[in-house]
C-alpha cells in the first residue's frame, strides 16, 4: 500500500544530484510508484540516495578481505570471500555522485524486500523508471539490482 516517506527517506531524496534534473525525476518516480503501491500488497521505500566515498568502501568490504600486504585504495587488492553486496569499488558508482537511488520494494506484511523474481519490480518500477527516461537496474545484464535508478549516461555526466 502507499506509504507516508519519513524524513529520513526524504533526506535521501534531497541528497541526490540536479545534474541532468535527476534529483526531480528520482522524487517523481519514487511518489509514482508509491501511488502506484495503492492496491498493491507491497510498499516503497527509498534506502539510497548519495553514498560517500567511505561508505562505498564499508559496502565493497562486505564479503571481501584486503589480501596480505596490498593497498587498500586499490581495486586489485581484494579477494572475494564470501557473497559480496556490490560490485562498484569507491567512485565507481553512480551513487557516488548522487545520481542514484535505490527504491526497494517490500511486502506489506513480511516487511521484507521481495524476492527478484515477483513481477512487481518491474511493474511498479521498472516501467515507470523506462519511461522517465531512466536506467533500471532490473535492466543491468550481470545481475539484477531491482531496486536501483540511476541517470542514464551518469558516467560522462558526474
Ligand atoms: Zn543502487
Not at 8 to 37: H, K, M, T
Not at 65 to 74: D, E, F, S, V
Not at 103 to 114: I, Q
Not at 127 to 140: I, M, P, S, V, Y
Request: aromatic residues 8%; positive net charge.
Amino acid at each position: 500500500m502507499k506509504r507516508t516517506f519519513t524524513e529520513a527517506e526524504l533526506g535521501r531524496i534531497a541528497s541526490l544530484s540536479a545534474i541532468g534534473d535527476f534529483r526531480e525525476r528520482a522524487r517523481a518516480l519514487a511518489n509514482d510508484a508509491n501511488s502506484a503501491c495503492e492496491g498493491e500488497t507491497c510498499n516503497v521505500r527509498v534506502v539510497f540516495g548519495l553514498r560517500t566515498l567511505e561508505e562505498q568502501m564499508a559496502l565493497w568490504q562486505k564479503g571481501r578481505a584486503l589480501k596480505p600486504g596490498r593497498p587498500p585504495k586499490h581495486k586489485s587488492s581484494w579477494s572475494i570471500v564470501s557473497s559480496v553486496v556490490t560490485r562498484a569499488f569507491p567512485g565507481e558508482s553512480a551513487h557516488n555522485y548522487g545520481l542514484a537511488i535505490d527504491l526497494a520494494l517490500l511486502g506489506d506484511e513480511s516487511k521484507a524486500w521481495l524476492p527478484g523474481h515477483d513481477p512487481r519490480w518491474r511493474t511498479v518500477l521498472g516501467e515507470r523508471a523506462r519511461a522517465a527516461g531512466l536506467t533500471w537496474g532490473g535492466d543491468f545484464k550481470s545481475f539484477f539490482d531491482g531496486a536501483h535508478v540511476e541517470l542514464l549516461g551518469w558516467e560522462s555526466r558526474r
